[in-house]
């Protein structure tokens, strides 16, 4: 990478800045692309499948709906640095995405007949 090799070739002048570059670089990434923008998208997604799902399967919309609402929270929370608001949606995002999963392929394979 250009930057660690910079790193590297740098007097420690050099290698301060690349520092700030990187750290800068990091936390664009994992705060902005990695939780607010993905988790935006997640809220989207989840809240208007739960909508649409409601009518055939209330619970499973129902349930979808939540990790919807905890993905909104987790969103919310990180944008105004309420660390107990961000860890309740993102912890209860991360419990009930796998049973969702779970549930969700088992409506799947149950009504195409493969169960």
Do not use: C
Not at 72 to 80: A, K, T
């Amino acid at each position: 990478m250009p930057l660690f090799g910079a790193y590297q070739a740098g007097d420690e002048v050099h290698k301060a800045t690349v520092t700030h570059i990187y750290a800068n670089l990091n936390n664009e990434v994992l705060s902005g692309v990695w939780n607010i923008f993905t988790m935006t998208l997640a809220a989207v997604w989840f809240l208007g499948m739960g909508w649409l799902l409601r009518p055939e399967r209330r619970w499973l919309g129902w349930f979808t709906t939540l990790l919807g609402i905890a993905s909104v929270l987790d969103v919310v929370g990180y944008i105004l640095n309420i660390e107990a608001l961000s860890g309740l949606g993102l912890n209860t995002y991360l419990f009930l995405a796998p049973v969702w999963a779970g549930w969700l392929g088992w409506v799947l394979t149950k009504k195409s007949g493969t169960a």
